[in-house]
C-alpha cells in the first residue's frame, strides 16, 4: 500500500467522523462523498477521466475545504482533529496536483 492509500483511508474516516458529529451536515457530506471516491480511485476499484479537469485537484479541493470549513465550527476535541485531517489531505493533493501541473 502506497502513502496516497493510507492518506486516502485517513480522509474517508475522518470525514465519516465529521459527517455523524457535525451539526451541519452540508460540508462534511462533501467531503465524504470526495474521500470515498478518492478511496476507490486510489485503489484503482474505478478509472475515471475527464478530459481538461484534474480529477485529482478538485477532490483535493473537495476536501480541503469544507474540512477548513468544519474545523473552524468544531467545538470538540475529535470533531477538530477529523477536520484537520481532512483539511491537511486535501491541501496535500491540491499542493502535489498543482506542483505537477507547472
Known amino acids: ?9 485517513a480522509a474517508l ?9 457535525a451539526q451541519g451536515r452540508a460540508l462534511p457530506a462533501f467531503a465524504l462523498v470526495a474521500s ?6 486510489v485503489m484503482g476499484w474505478i478509472h475515471v477521466n475527464v478530459a481538461g479537469v484534474s480529477l485529482g485537484l ?3 479541493l473537495l476536501l480541503a475545504v469544507p474540512g477548513l470549513l468544519a474545523w ?6 475529535p470533531a ?3 477536520a484537520a485531517i481532512v483539511t ?5 493533493q491540491v499542493l502535489e496536483r ?3 501541473r507547472r
Do not use: P
Not at 1 to 6: A, D, F, G, K
Open 88 to 92: 491537511l489531505v486535501g491541501a496535500l
Open 58 to 60: 478538485v477532490l483535493g
Open 72 to 77: 473552524f465550527r468544531a467545538s470538540g476535541k
Open 13 to 21: 474516516a475522518a470525514s465519516a467522523l465529521l459527517f455523524f458529529t
Open 1 to 9: 500500500m502506497t502513502i496516497q492509500v493510507y492518506l486516502a483511508v
Open 80 to 82: 477538530i482533529t477529523a
Open 36 to 41: 470515498a471516491l478518492e478511496v476507490v480511485l
Open 98 to 100: 498543482v506542483h505537477f
